[in-house]
């Protein structure tokens, strides 16, 4: 009898979010290469998300390891409030700083 040959990681993660994309259909994942990147649209990071919203993005991120949100104009507090939702946050890089009055962000930006 033949057997069904196991899973690749790749094909877990991508079975994974597909079935949280079903739980939350509104959530679209666009892969923008073959292997790493998506952009996730169709959701609005500045309010609190479902569990199933957060599983979803999450599911993203496993599979395609980096993921993009655009048009998402979040103020500082936003920014925490969105992030504590995927777990506990570190605060203050070890070697660069953080941004004044806020030890969990770290700021990317050409004049910091």
């Known amino acids: 009898m033949n057997m069904p040959l196991p899973?690749?990681?790749a094909?877990?993660?991508d079975e994974q979010l597909q079935t949280a994309q079903r739980v939350t259909?509104?959530?679209?994942v666009?892969?923008?290469s073959?292997?790493?990147g998506a952009l996730i649209s169709n959701i609005n990071l500045q309010q609190t998300l479902s569990?199933?919203?957060?599983?979803?993005i999450r599911s993203a991120l496993l599979r395609w390891k980096v993921v993009f949100f655009?048009?998402?104009?979040l103020s500082h507090e936003q920014q925490l409030a969105f992030s504590r939702q995927?777990?506990?946050?570190?605060?203050?890089h070890p070697v660069f700083g953080h941004v004044d009055g806020y030890p969990e962000l770290y700021s990317i930006a050409k004049h910091r």
């Not at 259909?25 to 679209?28: A, V």
């Open 25 to 28: 259909p509104h959530i679209t």
């Open 11 to 13: 094909q877990h993660l």
């Open 34 to 36: 073959a292997h790493i």
């Open 51 to 56: 569990a199933a919203e957060v599983h979803t």
């Open 86 to 92: 995927f777990g506990d946050l570190t605060p203050r």
């Open 70 to 73: 655009r048009d998402q104009h």
């Open 7 to 9: 899973l690749s990681p």
């Open 30 to 32: 666009s892969p923008q």
